[in-house]
């Protein structure tokens, strides 16, 4: 009987020293799954509002790893917003310091265009005289009013001007060569101009007549004609 129950045991002590390698991989395996969620969904963003959260993108912001974001951090961050009515995606960067301190969306407020309200989309006629060499980036990243002054290319007459975004989109303003040629005209595109004369050797021959201080004495109307050019 001593002989048997010394057999058991040392049959027994063998069995926990097989049983402790499973034991300690098991134990790895749970350590592992009970790590912090933080550390496998990236930043940490506790320090952020309950909004820069939700807008914070973390698709964009993988690389930046386990790292604390802090709500006055100078790090340039990715963001995203839903809000856009006709479903575009409104995207951006900037630190978080910044949106701290103003946490609206960019395209929402009208800061920056989206593509349901830029110029390309709201004015496409002038959007069309854009002038992509002399511009800043194109018709779909300003606003219809926006205060960029921008060049533009007549299509008309080929020449070049600048103005306001705004001016040309909202307050419906052209090219100021073409005006100049159709100012005065009639429905019928004749314009009506005034003949006058020179009296008694006045010294502003061959000058405009409306620059003669003196146009009572000096100058004389004498016909209107109706010119087509």
Partial sequence: ???????????????????????SSNDQQSQSQSQPQSQQNGPDLSKLSPRLQQQFDRVQNAHLGNIVIAKF????VAWSCDQCPNGYPHKWVQKPSIR???DGC?????????????LATKSN?????????ANKGTPD????????RATWNCQDCGLSWQTRIKSRALAGTGCPHCYKLRRGRKADGSRTIRVVYNKSGCSLIGRNFLTCARQDTCWTAAASLSLMH
């Fill in 106 to 118: 960019p395209f929402c407020s009208g800061k920056r265009a989206c593509r349901h309200d830029s």
């Fill in 100 to 102: 701290t301190a103003n």
């Fill in 73 to 76: 951090s100078a790090l340039q």
């Fill in 125 to 133: 006629t002038v959007a069309a005289s854009w002038d992509y060499s």
């Fill in 1 to 23: 009987m001593l002989q048997l129950r010394a057999l058991h045991a040392v049959t027994g002590s063998q069995n926990q020293e097989t049983a402790s390698p499973q034991q």
């Fill in 141 to 148: 990243d300003y606003t219809a009013g926006s205060n960029y």
